[in-house]
């Protein structure tokens, strides 16, 4: 479906080019977990109609709910019919255009990535899958004609199974005890963890370190994510200053939280299992 709404002229309008885009890039959920992902417009000038299309495999991925925002204020129509996601056909679809006022073509200049339309998706099956945008027309003015358009996909993966080996999260060799009168001023934070044999496939992985200071003030600090083949394992790290707790002396504690990932993206990572490691001392 083309929108573009009736106007005089018939001058090409000249700008860059838009984007449409799945925001985020990446996504990640366990079968049976939901996730949410919108579709945004952005670098358009004079846009004052789009009609936008994503596809998916309703086999992977079933679309649970959908909002389509209303960008053009209270000269927005969405176009019946064509506001939707349907697993029957596995796509969802946005469309709308600017009314006109007194006769006169109205517009909205997009500089920043806007929401048409926000998706929330159920995860079917352990499979990688492309969130594709099949179709992206922008009309603007005048003209109206339509714009040019870059497009970004999105991808969605279910995340490796991971397990923490002991002692799950500690600090390297010789840092569990640092003076504050000897120069030091932080640690490098190291937690152990394993890819599942189960998994069919290789994956990635890391952790996020809670560092919980002598004041009971608690920093997170997320690790590398590590490369693992089904059965490897990974040692990964994060560094923490002492700065961070105004060098409170006494005992810091490590809580780590696995995070499984589909891609080395930290946007690609879901919560696993959080555990207890070693604590560390700090002395004047």
């Known amino acids: 479906m083309l929108v ?3 106007a005089p002229s018939l001058l090409v309008h000249a700008q860059g080019t838009a984007v449409v885009a799945v925001d985020p890039a990446i996504s990640a959920a366990d079968v049976g977990g939901s996730f949410m992902v919108s579709v945004t417009v952005n670098s358009v000038d004079m846009l004052n109609g789009y009609d936008v299309v994503l596809t998916y495999d309703p086999t992977i991925l079933s ?11 209270s000269n927005n129509f969405a176009v019946s019919g064509h506001n939707f996601c349907s697993d029957g056909s596995g796509s969802a679809e946005a469309a709308a255009v ?10 909205v200049s997009i500089t920043s990535a806007t929401p048409v339309m926000t998706l929330t998706f159920m995860a079917l099956a352990p499979l990688f899958t492309t ?3 099949s179709l992206a027309q922008l009309s603007v003015l005048p003209g109206p004609t339509l714009a040019p358009v870059t497009t970004m996909d999105g991808s969605f993966g279910v995340p490796p199974s991971l397990t ?5 999260a500690t600090v390297a060799p010789g840092q569990r005890l640092s003076r504050i009168s000897a120069g030091a001023t932080g640690v490098t934070l190291e937690g152990f963890i394993m890819m599942d044999s189960s998994n069919v496939r290789a994956g990635f992985g890391g952790v996020t370190f809670d560092i919980i200071d002598p004041t009971g003030a608690d920093t997170p600090m997320a690790s590398n994510i590590a490369f693992m083949f089904p059965g490897g394992t990974a040692t990964v790290t994060a560094s923490y200053s002492f ?11 490590i809580v780590v939280t696995m995070l499984r990932c589909t891609t080395p993206d930290l946007g690609s990572c879901v919560n696993g299992a959080t555990l207890t490691g070693l604590f560390f ?4």
């Not at 649970?64 to 053009?72: D, E, G, R, V």
């Not at 009314?99 to 517009?107: C, F, M, P, Q």
């Open 98 to 107: 600017s009314l006109a006022s007194n006769g006169v073509a109205t517009s």
């Open 63 to 73: 679309c649970t709910s959908a909002t389509f925002p209303n960008i053009f204020g």
């Open 4 to 6: 573009v709404p009736e």
């Open 281 to 284: 001392k700090l002395k004047s």
């Open 131 to 133: 969130l594709h945008i």
């Open 164 to 168: 923490f080996i002991l002692p799950n």
């Open 243 to 253: 700065a961070t707790s105004g060098n409170a002396i006494g005992t810091y504690h």
